[in-house]
């Protein structure tokens, strides 16, 4: 199973992005789909999951209202749009897979992943 994530950049503040994930090497609704990010000294925080079967997410607070998770199923892809980031949001940002298909119980525990992308790197400054 692989994961490959594109469309980090640098923006300025109130601008958006739009991040992909690209996942390979098994049937793309098996798993559900994490996407996670990490600064420097501190720990991995989640942001969204979701379940590529139905779509059924689940966002952490900071993203709801601002990111939106999608799957195109036939691209075996799941995007994160993010609009109105801020300097906080500067990250690198990853996705991955859970061991199940629906999003794991907590969805935002990294331990209960199995999959990593590479991440990239999401930078918020004027």
């Known amino acids: 199973l692989q994961l490959v994530e594109s469309g980090g950049d640098l923006v300025q503040p109130g601008g958006s992005l739009r991040l992909s994930c690209v996942i390979s090497?098994?049937?793309?609704?098996?798993?559900?789909i994490g996407w996670f990010r990490q600064v420097p000294g501190k720990e991995r925080e989640g942001v969204v999951c979701i379940r590529p079967k139905d779509g059924k997410n689940y966002y952490a607070d900071f993203a709801k209202g601002r990111f939106t998770v999608s799957r195109a199923n036939a691209e075996s892809t799941v995007y994160l749009q993010m609009n109105d980031l801020s300097t906080e949001d500067t990250g690198v940002y990853f996705c991955?897979?859970?061991?199940?298909?629906?999003?794991?119980?907590?969805?935002?525990?990294?331990?209960?992943?199995?999959?990593w992308g590479q991440g990239t790197q999401v930078t918020v400054s004027s």
């Open positions: 991955a897979g859970a061991m199940f298909e629906s999003c794991p119980a907590p969805w935002y525990s990294s331990r209960w992943y199995q999959y």
């Open positions: 090497g098994y049937t793309f609704d098996s798993h559900g």
